[in-house]
């Protein structure tokens, strides 16, 4: 994610995963009012995390609804005596901009703070010492792009396009190959992290049954930076070579497949685990500007690492253009625009 | 502190702290091997803190010493098999650069690592939930400038001067009743964040009884520093309105009143207190550039913030050149360049 807040920092370009966010609130309320039992922790403070966390704001009134959340859970299950402390940790990558996410913590939180760099495809806590945890869009990036893509041998070979959308069946299936992979990394890592009953709620981009991907808002999205990147390759502003060296680490499972990789691992009862359709309310005007500047927010960082950053302005000035041209393909992918809402029990 | 990894960083200028710190590396392994005590902590993870940890190397060389110790502990009180997982919290004020020292970590490190932003003269961890904290040169940092220092109405305004070395009485009566003030504060917050039992082991700048602050290599390198700046008062660079408001917020304490303050707060008993003199064989060359860097890496950020980042270049360029005309004086200044070492066990 881009850092700081200037005009194209995720800061300032993550309304999309907010009004997401947003529309799970009710969502996360009712799993912690109906299945966390904090009467089962034995232990003050009650530690939360949410991994991915990016800058904020996003982050920061997340954590508060699900503080406020946990905490009329404590009073409803008659425990107003034991009241735990809250500590709050902050995780994202090594090259998260924690400097920015630290200045914008807000002075009146009900919580400690910490900040805790590393990926989630690894262990980041001690054993046993979460009692929740929260992931909103982040699951969704792989934690590399899968090394058929890049083989020129491979049926997987991904000439010419940037991700799995519109692509033969063989790069899809790499995508969800890796994709399982990581999840079942993710969820060992968790398993071992959370105390037994802790609970863990997951909000990624999802794909509902029967939409291909290439008809999903991302996919559209993903297929037009793709064009344009093809656009200027053609032009010779760029090497074609380096556009097909270049794909998108991120991927949008369904619900089955999601709940396949749950079941499989064996460390969780799922205690909700449907798709929510947001995208049709929330985003009036899903194209132009607008929608450049959500896509660059996201992705600036790992195509100028590939690309350089010379090209950037170039490259999101043509999507933005495209996204125009090909306005009514956004328009009628919103029905394809999901998100999985998974709340998760270690048992 | 100055922070990235350029020239003037903390990171490449903090020799003399490492210096003192590996001075004390057998005195913290005594103390943990002699006085933390760890049958009694019934729970896994082993955490502890750095408060003050500033960007590294030193935060992480100390963090790794103190694992290992506490690791030969649990050994030796025949513990191998309740060996615990290590979280260590690095803490140092919001403004600290924690994405140069998260980015870089030690990749080997056997601890689980979050960043604390937040002052330590306030609370930062959830009630008994640390097991071992350290501090190294970061108290003797006050919350703030003594108020009476700029009211041009109290025998304690500190005028042409920026700290209380060669000062009035008065103006070292208000640094020092500042410090009684952070420490009282600073040790409250600890008590809290304690398990019973863990231990806080402190190194601080202190002055020897009988010598004087003007004496000290601090004091000396203050007076010279306020020197050069009344230099370039009086040449119109600078004004002298602004050389009065300005005091220097570090107070360097004696061991009676560091051993007054942990006793009045009454939460801890003093397993060490002694002053260990490290400067004479530490610093060779101390004057000239050298001198002027390490003053520098500490202090660079508030003097820019009050006199403006335009006079930084010129300021101790003067200040290097005169810590060369006076190097006899910092030359025996080192018999007073004592450090605090403080073993506290909680009650």
Redesign the interface.
Known sequence: MNGGDGPHSYLNNSNLQRKATDACRTMIEEAIAQKLDVKCFS???FRLADLGCSVGPNTFKAMQHIVEAVERKYLAQGLKSEM????V?FNDH??N???TL??S?PTERRY???????SFHD???????IHFMFSSHALHWLSKVPEELLDKNSPAWNRGRIHCTSAPDEVSHAYAAQFDHDVEIFLNARAKELVVGGMIVLLIPALPNGIPASQSPFGVMFDLLGASLMDMAKEGLINEAQVDSFNLPVYAASREQMTDLVKRNGCFTIERMELVYPTSKLVDRFCGNECGMLLRAGMEGIIAKHFGSGIIDELFDRFSKKSVEFSHQLESSKRGGAQLFAALRRK
């Open positions: 232990s003050n403070p735990p402390e809250f500590q940790f090594v090259a901009d924690f400097n630290f200045a913590l400690f703070a910490c900040g805790v760099p590393g262990r980041l806590f001690p054993e046993s010492s």
